[in-house]
Nanobody
Framework: QVQLVESGGGLVQAGGSLRLSCVAS????????MGWFRQAPGKEREFVAA????????YYADSVKGRFTISRDNAKNTVYLEMNSLKPEDTAVYFC????????????????WGQGTQVTVSS
């Protein structure tokens, strides 16, 4: 079974940056699309970004476009989320996930989820 472990969350001031990492094990990482989701208190989990198996195609939610960048290193079985110009509205638990297609990650539930990492942005 695929296991996903996120890291890199923490407390940051508005306007600051963080880079999240997600390491995959128990499967063939290069054969899976990867994505990031987040869930704020009292809200449903929402799509943030996705990347194709080879890394050539990326997709972003409108709320983070231009501020966040998703990337992957298949040699390290790792996907990253670089977050810049952070806002208090970005405060949430961030989850990485794996699925078949990056372009449908926001509508079709992913196959596997990580445990999540907390990101808190202060004003």
């Amino acid at each position: 079974q695929v296991q996903l472990v996120e890291s890199g969350g923490g407390l940051v001031q508005a306007g600051g940056s963080l880079r999240l990492s997600c390491v995959a094990s128990g499967g063939t990482f290069s054969n899976t699309a990867m994505g990031w989701f987040r869930q704020a208190p009292g809200k449903e989990r929402e799509f943030v970004a996705a990347i194709s198996r080879g890394g050539a195609q990326t997709y972003y939610a409108d709320s983070v476009k231009g501020r966040f960048t998703i990337s992957r290193d298949n040699a390290k079985n790792t996907v990253y989320l670089e977050m810049n110009s952070l806002k208090p509205e970005d405060t949430a638990v961030y989850f990485c996930a794996t699925g078949r297609l990056a372009h449908t990650m926001g509508t079709i539930p992913p196959d596997y989820w990580g445990q999540g990492t907390q990101v808190t942005v202060s004003s």
